[in-house]
């Protein structure tokens, strides 16, 4: 089954919390704290896989949870780290936001992105020692690990992409010039996944070529197969427009391609706007009664700027001729686009609702995100600087709620990772 876009959710691993350890061993008295620090959680990594072209492994697992790290242990030991999750998917899968749509990263090249960093580890108790301190009762928690629910897309990577209606032979022409085996059939889409195939015309010379399925009037409103697949267009660099110039399907060759570039324009101007050479599919069964539609098509081609190629896939007449023609255009082309990242991850809000305020032991121990934001711009060497942080913690609020929790001067008070002596 031939899935191209999946939904999931993936989530890092917890950092490990720091341990409140304190050293033991025979004769030696005090020994002071030796609790470690915690592990780092398991980051989420997605990795190209060439032997997956779907995404159909994603069908039916949809959350993904990388280990936590383990907590700090006495002696100074530190945690093991959690393990990276590694997520495998198909050369050419995009990593969505679900909520906005834009690009995180293409997964083009050989390169693993980390898509979900894990939390830090939290610090022992060790850290927390000072001459004023000797004995912490406290260390800090481990960070908690991302979560982000984001889509996966999947959108080959061809150098050529053959398009046009159903049963014009796009399937035939792959199958004469690559080992591809596409089936193929007299009836309407018979072609009901992309097929990818190499196309060699030298020792070092190659393409890619992405078999579409085929489109029709109103694909890219959702109509027929054609919507489903055009996204696998996006990145062809040049497009192979074959076309039934013999009318056995009962249609018009010209009115064929207006009706398919219409649809091409109707998914994005960017696709519109791709090169195309011009096909005459099917020219063994020209006769009397249709030579006229071959006449008109290359008359079309000529009045709009496109390369015209006569073509019989199935006889092979011309298949050659085409493939160096197609050659040459690719040397004149950009590589195979490349999606930039859009997505900018927004910070939440700090404000001084995430204070937390704990009593540990003799400690009143305040932190929180908004207090390591305002310790972390505060020198308490410069009394400027002190002056400025205790009027930041006078206005949100902190004094009040340590009195409320019952703090008396002279006890002993952590903000961040300073303490101090609480004075009235």
């Known amino acids: 089954m031939f899935i191209d876009v999946a939904k999931i959710k993936i989530v890092s691993g917890k950092g490990g919390d720091g341990k409140v350890g304190f050293h033991r061993e025979k004769y030696v008295a005090a020994g002071g704290p030796d609790g470690g620090d915690g592990g780092r959680g ?10 997956l072209s779907t995404l159909l492994d ?3 697992k949809k ?3 990388a280990a936590a790290g383990e907590n700090g242990m006495s002696k100074r030991m530190k945690g093991k780290d959690g393990a990276d999750l590694v997520i495998r998917v198909p050369r050419g899968t995009i990593i969505r936001d679900q909520k906005t749509g834009q690009v995180i990263h293409d997964m083009s090249d050989n390169e693993p992105f980390v898509a979900a960093k894990g939390g830090n580890g939290g610090w022992g108790n060790t850290h927390f020692a000072t001459p004023t301190r000797q004995a912490p009762r406290f260390a800090k928690p481990g960070q908690a690990g991302v979560e982000r629910d984001i889509i996966l897309e999947l959108k080959l990577l061809a150098d ?4 046009g209606f159903p049963n014009v032979g796009k399937s035939t022409l792959l199958s004469v010039v690559s080992a591809a085996r596409p089936k193929i059939a007299n009836y309407h889409f018979t072609t009901l996944i992309p097929n990818l195939g ?4 030298g020792e070092e010379q190659s393409f890619v070529m992405a078999d579409i399925p085929g489109i029709i009037e109103g694909a890219s409103e959702g109509a027929g197969l054609g919507h489903d697949f055009l996204r696998h267009v996006d990145r062809c660099r040049l497009l192979l427009h074959l076309v039934d110039v013999s009318g056995s399907e009962g249609r018009d060759p010209v009115q064929d391609v207006e009706t398919i570039n219409a649809e091409l324009a109707g998914y994005s101007d960017f696709l519109a706007a791709r090169p195309q050479i011009l096909v005459a599919n099917k020219t063994d069964l020209l006769n009397e009664d249709n030579q006229e539609n071959l006449e008109r098509l290359r008359a079309y081609a000529k009045e709009k700027g496109f390369d015209f190629v006569e073509l019989s896939a199935a006889t092979h007449g011309g298949v050659q001729q085409l493939m160096l023609k197609t050659w040459d255009e690719l040397q004149q082309l950009p590589p195979v686009f490349v999606y930039e990242p859009e997505y900018v991850e927004v910070q939440p809000d700090v404000t001084e609702r995430d204070i937390t305020i704990e009593k540990v032991e003799d400690y009143y121990v305040v932190g929180g995100a908004w207090i390591e934001k305002i310790m972390g711009s505060v020198n308490t060497d410069d009394y400027e600087s002190r002056q400025y942080m205790d009027r930041m913690l006078k206005k949100a609020g902190v004094y009040d709620r340590l009195e409320q929790m019952g703090v008396e001067e002279g006890d002993f008070v952590v903000i961040g990772d300073i303490e101090f002596e609480y004075v009235h």
Not at 42 to 50: A, L, P, Q, T
Not at 198 to 201: A, H, L, S
């Open 42 to 51: 398991g980051s989420v990594v997605f990795k190209v896989d060439d032997n």
């Open 58 to 60: 994603f069908r039916y």
């Open 63 to 65: 959350k993904y949870v």
């Open 160 to 163: 050529v992409g053959l398009v």
């Open 198 to 201: 190499v196309v060699r015309i």
